[in-house]
């Protein structure tokens, strides 16, 4: 069952900021992920500021940006469902492979809410929206504060 076995996380990110990237593609959804991401910000005492790209594609670009500036965090929320063409996998391991370099390379947090679905039904369930049974906009900023405060206590 997707979701079983989340941590509860609680942070007091007073003073970071988060960065969030989200996509254009899947206006609802994103919707519902960008508000949770906003909530989580607001619940952890950080500030944010919201960008939005065209699709989950450009949100690396966009997040090598962000580090390379000094981005305490960064959240990065897309969608992609499976259709019937490769295109699917193409995406989902150039956004994958994107954001883990800028986390890697730059030492900056990346929360990943990015949902890789097989069809609408499976993203809504995840966009924080009111009867979505998880709320992956949250939890991408709630993982990436907490990562952001890991780096700087070591």
Known sequence: MSG???PAVEVDASGMTVE???????????DGLVAGAIRAAEAAGASYRVTRVPGAFE????????????????ACLGVVIRGGT????????????????VARVHATPVGFG???????????DR??????????G????EAALAT?????DL
């Open 20 to 30: 969030i990237v989200a996509s254009l593609w899947h206006t609802e959804v994103m």
């Open 114 to 124: 990015i949902l890789t679905t097989d069809d609408d039904a499976q993203a809504l």
């Open 86 to 101: 490769p295109h699917f996998e193409y995406v989902c391991d150039a956004v994958t492979r994107g954001l883990t370099d």
């Open 127 to 136: 966009a924080g929206l009111p009867g979505s049974s998880e709320d992956k």
């Open 148 to 152: 952001a405060l890991v780096l700087r």
């Open 138 to 141: 949250a939890e991408a900023v």
């Open 59 to 74: 949100l690396p670009v966009v997040a090598e940006a962000l580090a390379r500036k000094g981005a305490d965090a960064i």
């Open 4 to 6: 079983a076995g989340a």
